[in-house]
């Protein structure tokens, strides 16, 4: 679509989401499969379904309510997404972003998301949250075609794509609590179907530590408007580690990541008290 016509389409959402939200939000939250219970953790919250707004797209993977929920984390006022968009839906990579647009058009500054990914790193367990401090995108780059200069520049710098001060941060109010966190590079493929024990071997050799079908779209576009990032995985599942009879369960990564939401609702209230 032209670059003017999806901006207008950008503008109806964030006007219309203007209308129903309090105060100024400056943080984002996109919340990953099974992560949507640190939204009930969100205090004077006005829930708005996405069906509501205009142009945005619905959520159809499991785990994901589809809600935006406006109200306060961290004694902030927040944003967040329960539930995302994929590519693997059938949805382009202008429909996967389009809510980081919006944010970025509402006044928010710093986005932070979470996802379920596979462990490719064979020192990671089931249940380890793992701070992103980079990835690898193997998903077509949301930024191809015109450059939309509403936003960013034509080639924005990746070189610190999740923020150095932010991933600091979570790692002192970890080490404060006595939580163990894992730290490594995310994998993004477009799914849907789970990777293959070759595939996890390979991306392992290429320095990958975990791996998933979301995020890095998302982040892309994010840093492309001058968002600051910060991204966490919850582990799911041991790619690394197949006996005879393991299969890539869908259903399990659910309850792996419903372990892990407290306490990174926690990590991320506190985080969010800090940054504004």
Do not use: W
């Not at 998302?218 to 009879?245: C, K, P, Q, W």
């Amino acid at each position: 679509m032209d670059t003017n016509k999806m901006n207008d389409l950008y503008r109806e959402a964030a006007e219309y989401l203007s209308s129903r939200i309090a105060g100024s939000p400056e943080t984002a939250i996109i919340l990953g499969s099974g992560l949507g219970s640190l939204a009930d953790q969100i205090e004077e919250a006005v829930v708005i379904p996405y069906a509501e707004i205009p142009h945005f797209m619905h959520s159809t993977a499991t785990g994901h309510k589809g809600n935006l929920i406006c109200g306060k984390l961290g004694g902030k006022q927040v944003l967040a997404m329960q539930g995302r968009f994929h590519y693997y839906e059938g949805y382009t990579m202008q429909q996967v972003t389009f809510p980081i647009r919006v944010m970025k058009l509402l006044g928010i500054k710093n986005l932070l998301v979470s996802n379920a990914a596979g462990g490719i790193n064979n020192t990671f367990k089931v249940g380890d949250m793992m701070i992103i401090r980079d990835h690898i995108n193997m998903m077509p780059n949301p930024l191809i075609g015109p450059n939309n200069e509403l936003f960013g520049t034509r080639f924005p710098d990746m070189t610190r794509a999740y923020d150095r001060e932010f991933i600091r941060l979570v790692e002192e109010i970890a080490s404060s609590h006595q939580i163990v966190l894992k730290k490594g590079v995310y994998v993004g493929l477009t799914g849907p179907s789970f990777e293959t024990p070759a595939e996890y071997a390979f991306y392992g050799k290429v320095g990958g530590d975990a791996i998933g079908m979301s995020t890095v779209p998302e982040v892309i576009v994010a840093r492309h408007a001058g968002l600051r990032v910060f991204g966490m995985s919850v582990i799911t599942n041991e790619g690394y580690h197949f006996a005879d009879d393991f299969v890539n369960d869908g259903a399990d990564v659910i309850v792996a990541a419903n372990r892990a939401a407290s306490v990174m609702t926690q990590l991320f209230r506190e985080l969010i008290a800090k940054i504004g």
